[in-house]
């Protein structure tokens, strides 16, 4: 079994920056692809960034292009997410996410294992 916690999240202002982190435990984090989706009231569960096993081949949607940046260390087991340039509409829940492939996926459905979440509020 996985288990993934995150931390990091609070209340910025519009224009600041946040890192968001994620610890993983219970398998060999090193061998799987890692997401950070967010969720917003009201909304649905989309991706922000997605890396592979190795660190490597980083996605991000238009939506966070430029600003997000996705890391790992697989030494430590953990994840980052660098947020920048904040927007309020970047306001959300994030959540970090593991699959069982080397590939990361654009899809909720494609993560069977998630974290409880961390609330990002950014005001304007």
């Known amino acids: 079994q996985v288990q993934l916690v995150e931390s990091g999240g609070g209340l910025v202002q519009a224009g600041g920056s946040l890192r968001l982190s994620c610890a993983a435990s219970g398998r060999t984090f090193s061998n799987y692809a890692v997401g950070w989706f967010r969720q917003a009231p009201g909304k649905d569960r989309d991706l922000v960034a997605a890396?592979?096993?190795?660190?490597?081949?980083?996605y991000y949607p238009d939506s966070v292009k430029g600003r997000f940046t996705i890391s790992r260390d697989n030494a430590k087991n953990m994840a980052y997410l660098q947020m920048s340039s904040l927007e309020p509409e970047d306001t959300a829940v994030y959540y970090c996410?593991?699959?069982?492939?080397?590939?990361?996926?654009?899809?909720?459905?494609?993560?069977?294992?998630w974290g409880q979440g961390t609330q990002v509020t950014v005001s304007s």
């Open positions: 996410a593991t699959r069982n492939s080397r590939w990361p996926g654009g899809e909720e459905y494609e993560y069977p294992y």
């Open positions: 890396i592979d096993w190795t660190g490597g081949w980083p």
